[in-house]
């Protein structure tokens, strides 16, 4: 079981590294509520092509990495607990 706990906080280690990169990488989204106020357009090609795109690539994988990180820490602490 030792080995395990060490193989699963390397992995962890690892996608933690890679959520910060891709974390800080991303730029920053659009308006807020100033693009609320003016009324900004989601109708043209860019937004509805937008998961094809580099950043949309990025937001993706941010999520997907988001989601091994929270099976590992629960994963992390059943291991610690056992």
């Known amino acids: 079981?030792?080995?395990?706990?060490y193989i699963v906080m390397g992995i962890y280690a690892i996608v933690c590294v890679a959520?910060?990169?891709?974390v800080t990488k991303q730029s920053k989204e659009d308006g807020g509520a100033s693009g609320t106020i003016v009324?900004?357009?989601a109708n043209n090609f860019y937004e509805?092509?937008?998961?094809k795109t580099t950043?949309?690539?990025m937001k993706r994988a941010t999520i997907a990495l988001m989601?091994?990180?929270v099976v590992l820490t629960l994963a992390l602490g059943i291991i610690y607990v056992i």
């Open 48 to 51: 509805k092509n937008k998961g």
């Open 39 to 41: 009324g900004a357009s």
């Open 19 to 22: 959520l910060i990169v891709l």
């Open 55 to 57: 950043e949309g690539k």
């Open 1 to 5: 079981m030792e080995i395990v706990k």
């Open 67 to 69: 989601v091994v990180f």
